[in-house]
């Protein structure tokens, strides 16, 4: 193995959804490649490159779908319901009669994807950029400078942390597997609920 190789396995992991770009720097840090192991600033490059090319890829998978999927009834349908959802979850606190304007559907995917922990990543923001009906270069835009500023915040981390990053890493996945219990208990909850008042 050298630091090519690495660097090229760096930028591909940063392609994968829930690792993305975010767990990618701390891995490209860490004690898995030993000796080639890179530097923060060169784990930072690599992986916001990848990062980058990623946001080209996602932004049109998830519109290119959402555009061909809405020909058929089922999927237009479900679409719409959620699109319906995320809307009344982001304007829940506010009185603008669940209405965005591009501003501020570009500022909410921006901060949802720039804070650096798993599941707010590209994939996600991607998703949600599809269901606010933002176009594929606004979604790109947003999506790259947001991706730029978590690498910068994860890359400072882990370098004021060199000697933690194994750590950072190992906090992380915790994080991730805690959201994803969550999201669990969460819908079973909701579920429960749900039954409750059909019940009555």
């Known amino acids: 193995m050298n630091t090519f190789l690495?660097?090229?396995i760096c930028c591909l992991i940063s392609f994968l959804p829930i690792i993305e770009l975010k767990g990618a720097i701390p891995?490209?840090?860490s004690n898995i490649f030993g000796e080639y192991a890179l530097s923060p600033s060169l784990a930072c490059l690599v992986c916001s490159i990848g990062g980058i090319?990623?946001?080209f890829f996602i932004a049109?998978?998830?519109l290119f779908l959402k555009k061909k999927l809405s020909k058929i009834k089922f999927f237009k349908i479900a679409f719409n319901k959620i699109?319906?959802?995320?809307?009344n979850w982001l304007t829940e606190n506010d009185d603008s009669n669940h209405s965005l304007s591009e501003a501020k559907k570009m500022r909410l995917v921006f901060f949802f994807c720039v804070i650096p922990l798993p599941l707010t990543g590209v994939w996600t923001a991607g998703a949600l950029c599809s269901c606010l009906n933002l176009s594929y270069l606004k979604s790109v835009l947003?999506?790259?400078l947001a991706n730029l500023i978590s690498a910068g915040i994860i890359a400072?981390?882990?370098f004021c942390f060199v000697d933690f990053v194994d750590l950072i890493?190992?906090?992380m996945l915790i994080i991730f597997l805690l959201q994803i219990l969550y999201k669990f208990i969460y819908y079973f909850i909701q579920k429960i609920n749900s039954k409750k008042i059909v019940k009555k």
């Open 6 to 8: 690495v660097c090229l």
């Open 27 to 29: 891995i490209a840090m």
């Open 53 to 55: 090319l990623s946001c």
């Open 60 to 62: 049109f998978l998830f």
């Open 83 to 87: 699109d319906l959802f995320v809307l």
């Open 142 to 144: 947003i999506l790259s």
């Open 156 to 158: 400072f981390l882990c």
């Open 169 to 171: 890493l190992c906090v």
